[in-house]
């Protein structure tokens, strides 16, 4: 029923920007602490950025932060991840989950696996070229 679905992947160059957005239903969106997770080539999981239910409290990955900004709007039921900078090793499918299975401090300094959250999107591609 949980439905995750995220847009706004594509090609752009070194430097570029991007914005990401993920569309929820099936679930009490504003309830819920939602999150960024990507994987890039070759590469395992790696947790991006978190947001609590209400948007007031947001938290990033060193490799993200400064550059990425993420926020959501409850009345749209929607996630949002604004990138700017954009990398070449910022290359990955990008992920927007949420019902994370353990503390939020625990997922900054650990090895994400799939398992960390209850709920995942089909994933959005980004490229960025050097």
């Known amino acids: 029923e949980v439905q995750l679905v995220e847009s706004g992947g594509g090609l752009v160059q070194t430097a570029g920007s991007l914005r990401l957005s993920c569309a929820a239903s099936?679930?009490?969106?504003?309830?819920?602490?939602m999150y960024w997770v990507r994987q890039a080539p070759g590469k395992g999981l790696e947790w991006v950025s978190a947001i609590d239910n209400r948007g007031r409290s947001t938290y990033y990955a060193d490799s993200v932060k400064g550059r990425f900004t993420i926020s959501r709007d409850n009345a749209k039921n929607t996630l949002y991840l604004q990138m700017n900078s954009l990398k070449p090793e910022d290359t990955a499918m990008y992920y927007c989950t949420s019902g994370a299975t353990r503390p939020i401090w625990t997922i900054m300094v650990a090895t994400t696996q799939k398992a960390d959250f209850d709920y995942w999107g089909q994933g959005t591609q980004v490229t960025v070229s050097s």
């Open positions: 099936g679930f009490t969106f504003s309830s819920y602490w």
